[in-house]
């Protein structure tokens, strides 16, 4: 079959699968041009609640309400209500997750609350050996402050590390460089049967593949809201602080919003019941609605649908990769089982600092990791097959050029 043939085969193909799709309609609850929008992974795009409620919330509730708004227009419990939308997305009953600060800051509430709770001669904190770096920064730092140590361990291989030393092991859902989905179940239970506690971290997870934190009996968790949640820079994050947990969740931050009665003044730290003892200072309440509207465009939709169309555009991007770009140019570095995959594809490029820039110019977003990744993120709630076949023929004209000299 000439390159042309296959080119127009896919294409058709492409349009096929858009024709079919049934998650198509949920597109038009974003603000999206016709470009090929791929780093959903990094900043999700805007779902279009976001503005009229934003507005009302400046004009209306801050610019006339005022103070009476933190009562009157349920600011206070926004924190603890905006968690509960999110909980049913990461599998988790009502009352157990909270939206606050950021992922880092939870990071560091989730381990060191972790470590307080286990025995003093557990005196190791194992960290997924390939972390975003924010998550093994605060493991050293909670590390220090608890009198504990970090060791760096493969994702894959924390299950057989943890043992009677093990206090918490914290792990990365989805891996942010590659997209390889760890075994959140297996590594749960092994450290469970070796009496350690599990603190997962779905940045890269949450929103693009089903989590079922309840059912695989995860102690703690947190995550981003603006990459697959589509909440907007900046906005604020999530802790989940599973129900047995709660009543032992002794927080390194005890701000006066986690306190049992806040406006009670009380010198005396006092915590509240619940996630909420998850909180600390006064919400972010503009990013933080901003982020409730922006969950709106979750209506109907059901998370396992979510799944099968991002392995369907994983898979479909990658067989466009391999029909179109000469052989030998890029390597996937995303696993090819289902089991192990999360919602982007990476690809391994020597020159990845060069063609990214040349792909955006393209009108093909997706962003680039040092020293040679490609990161192309698949948000299912909008992007198109169409998308994935662009793109890869865009990758194969910038590679195509780049070979010629032609920058
Ligand atoms: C896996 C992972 N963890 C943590 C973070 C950092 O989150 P934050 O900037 O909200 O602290 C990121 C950011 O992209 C991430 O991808």
């Known amino acids: 079959m000439s390159d042309h043939v296959r080119a127009r085969d896919l294409a058709e193909r492409a349009a096929d699968l858009d024709g079919a799709d049934p998650l198509a309609p949920v597109r038009h609850r974003f603000a999206l041009d016709d470009s090929v929008y791929l780093d959903g992974n990094s900043l999700g795009a805007l779902s279009l609640g976001v503005l009229p409620r934003l507005a009302d919330v400046v004009t209306h509730e801050w610019g006339q309400l005022r103070i009476r708004s933190w009562e009157e227009s349920d600011w206070w419990t926004a924190p603890e209500r905006i968690g509960d939308r999110i909980a049913p997305l990461i599998g988790a009953a009502p009352g157990q997750v909270v939206v606050a600060d950021s992922t880092s800051v939870n990071l560091f509430k989730a381990l060191v609350a972790a470590v307080r709770m286990v025995p003093e001669d557990r005196t190791e904190i194992l960290v997924d050996a ?164 922006a969950l709106d465009a979750w209506h109907g939709v059901s998370v396992p649908e979510v799944r099968a169309k991002s392995l369907r555009l994983t898979d479909f991007f990658l067989e466009c990769v391999d029909a179109l770009v000469p052989a030998g140019r890029v390597a996937s570095v995303t696993p090819v089982p289902h089991a192990e995959r999360g919602s982007q594809v990476s690809l391994r490029c020597a020159d990845a600092g060069e063609v990214m820039p040349a792909l955006v110019v393209r009108g093909v977003v997706g962003d680039f990791r040092r020293p040679d990744v490609l990161r192309f993120g698949f948000t299912p709630l909008y992007t198109r097959y169409t998308d994935a076949w662009r793109a890869a023929r865009a990758l194969a004209d910038v590679l195509a050029d780049l070979n010629e000299g032609n920058p």
């Open 130 to 293: 390939a972390t975003f770096p924010t998550d093994g920064y605060i493991a050293g730092s909670a590390a220090r402050l608890t009198g504990r140590t970090v060791r760096p361990v493969p994702a894959g291989e924390i299950a057989a590390a943890a043992g009677p030393r093990t206090a918490v092991a914290l792990v990365n859902h989805v891996d942010y460089r590659t997209g390889r989905l760890h075994d959140l179940p297996g590594t749960t239970a092994a450290l469970h049967a070796a009496g350690a506690l599990a603190v997962w971290d779905l940045c890269h997870s949450a929103g693009a593949l089903p989590v079922a934190l309840d059912a695989d009996g995860v102690d703690l968790a947190v995550g981003c809201t603006y990459k697959y949640l589509n909440g907007g820079p900046g906005a604020p994050a999530y802790l989940y602080v599973r129900r047995e947990l709660q009543p032992r969740f002794d927080s390194p931050l005890p701000g006066w919003n986690s306190h049992a009665d806040p406006f009670g003044m009380d010198p005396a730290y006092v915590p509240a019941e619940g996630a909420v003892r998850g909180r600390v200072g006064t919400p972010e309440i503009l990013s933080m609605l901003a982020l409730d509207a």
